[in-house]
C-alpha cells in the first residue's frame, strides 16, 4: 500500500446517506483508533453509524511510524497501516463517514445535535472520540525532529533509545514516570525541569534521587534543539538561575509538559476535569445519557492505542444498550 492510496482511499469525500435531515443512530466524533473502534462495533451490531473526523482517518496512530506495543504485532507494526486497516475494517460493516469538523454540540434536546461548518446533523446517542495532543516545548526544529528525536511518549519510542543517553523535560508524575522507565533502558537520563523541585507525587522523588544513570538538570528550560544529519543531536538549556546556558548531548528528548484534550467544541455541554478532559465512567458514561466518551479524550491513566480502541467498543456496547431501551 502506498501512502497516496492510502490517502486517496481515507479521504472521507462523502457526506453520509441522511446527513441533516435522517437521525443517526451513533454519531462517532473522531476516526482515530477509538473512534474507528466505535464506529465497527456500532455497525456491527446493525446501528447507523457515522463518523465525523476533520483531518483524516487514523489519528495520532497513523502518525506513528512504529509502534512495538500494540499486541499481535510481533516485529512491532506501522501506525499508518494499522490505522489504515482498522479504517477498512470499519467500513466493511458499513460505517459512514463524514470529512467535517465538529465545532459545537446540543446535548440538551434528543436527538442530540452536532455542528459543523456545512450542516447541523441529528443523532440519538453520540460517542465523543476526539482524542488529545501533546503539548509542545516550542522550539525550532521540534516538528521536524519529531520521530527523528523527538518524542512526546516514553512508553511508545523509549526502546529505540536503548543504551543511549536522553532528556526529559517536565516535573509533573508523566515526566517523573517517564524519567523512570527510561532509566531502565537507557544509558543516562537528563531530568529537566524548570524549578527547583518536582511537581511529582513524593513517592517519586526518592525513587529518582536513587536512579545511579539519572541526573536532575534544575531551574533550567531548553531553549534550542540541535540537529545533525536531520536528527536531533543535543539540547541547549538555559539555567535560569544563573542565566548561563548549557549543551547537553542527548540522542533523544521526551517532551512531558503535559498533553491538551481536544475538546474545545463542547463549551459546557459536558463535565470535563480540571484539565480539560471528558469525565466518565468505566463503561465511557459522561453526565450526560447517551453520550459517551472514548480513547485519549477522556479521564484515564493510560493513554495508548490498546486503552483507545478497548474504550471504543466499551462505548458501542453501551450506546447499543441505550438504544434499545
Ligand atoms: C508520536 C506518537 C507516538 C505514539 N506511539 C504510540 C505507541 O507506540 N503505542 C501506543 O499504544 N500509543 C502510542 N501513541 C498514543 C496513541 O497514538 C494514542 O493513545 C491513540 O491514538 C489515541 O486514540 P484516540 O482515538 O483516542 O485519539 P486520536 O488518535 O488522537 O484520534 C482523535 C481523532 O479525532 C479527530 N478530531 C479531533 N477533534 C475533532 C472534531 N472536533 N471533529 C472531528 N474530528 C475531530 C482528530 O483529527 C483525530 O483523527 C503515540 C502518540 C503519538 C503522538
Request: a negative charge; hydrophobic letters at 40%.
Amino acid at each position: 500500500m502506498t501512502e497516496e492510496t492510502a490517502t486517496n482511499e481515507t479521504t472521507p469525500a462523502c457526506k453520509a446517506p441522511g446527513a441533516t435531515d435522517e437521525v443517526i443512530d451513533v454519531a462517532v466524533i473522531g476516526a482515530g483508533p477509538a473512534g474507528l473502534t466505535a464506529g465497527l462495533y456500532a455497525a456491527r451490531a446493525g446501528l447507523n453509524a457515522v463518523m465525523f473526523e476533520r483531518i483524516s482517518p487514523g489519528g495520532q496512530l497513523a502518525q506513528t511510524e512504529h509502534m512495538e506495543n500494540y499486541p499481535g504485532f510481533p516485529e512491532g507494526a506501522n501506525g499508518f497501516e494499522l490505522a489504515f486497516a482498522m479504517k477498512q475494517q470499519a467500513d466493511r460493516f458499513g460505517v459512514n463517514h463524514i470529512g467535517e469538523e465538529v465545532l459545537g454540540v446540543d446535548f440538551t434536546q434528543d436527538p442530540k445535535v452536532l455542528k459543523t461548518a456545512f450542516n447541523e446533523y441529528r443523532a440519538k446517542s453520540v460517542i465523543i472520540a476526539t482524542g488529545a495532543r501533546p503539548r509542545k516545548l516550542g522550539l525550532e526544529l521540534e516538528d521536524e525532529l519529531q520521530g527523528r528525536g523527538v518524542s512526546y511518549c516514553a512508553t511508545c519510542d523509549g526502546n529505540f533509545f536503548r543504551d543511549k543517553e536522553v532528556m526529559v523535560v517536565g516535573g509533573g508524575n508523566t515526566a517523573a514516570g517517564d524519567a523512570i522507565y527510561l532509566s531502565r533502558i537507557c544509558k543516562k537520563v537528563y531530568l529537566v525541569h524548570r524549578r527547583d523541585k518536582l511537581r511529582a507525587t513524593a513517592i517519586y522523588h526518592k525513587r529518582l534521587e536513587d536512579l545511579p544513570n539519572l541526573e536532575f538538570v534544575w531551574n533550567a528550560v531548553p531553549r534550542k534543539l540541535v540537529a545533525d544529519e536531520g536528527k536531533l543531536a543535543g539540547v541547549r538549556v538555559e539555567v535560569l538561575t544563573t542565566g548561563e546556558e548549557r549543551d547537553i548531548p542527548v540522542d533523544g528528548v521526551f517532551v512531558a509538559v503535559g498533553t491538551e484534550p481536544n475538546t474545545e467544541f463542547l463549551e459546557g455541554a459536558l463535565t470535563l476535569d480540571e484539565t480539560g478532559y471528558v469525565v466518565a465512567d468505566e463503561t465511557g458514561a459522561t453526565d450526560v445519557p447517551g453520550v459517551y466518551v472514548a480513547g485519549d479524550v477522556r479521564t484515564k491513566a493510560l493513554r495508548q492505542v490498546v486503552t483507545a480502541v478497548a474504550d471504543g467498543a466499551l462505548c458501542a456496547e453501551e450506546a447499543a444498550e441505550y438504544l434499545a431501551i
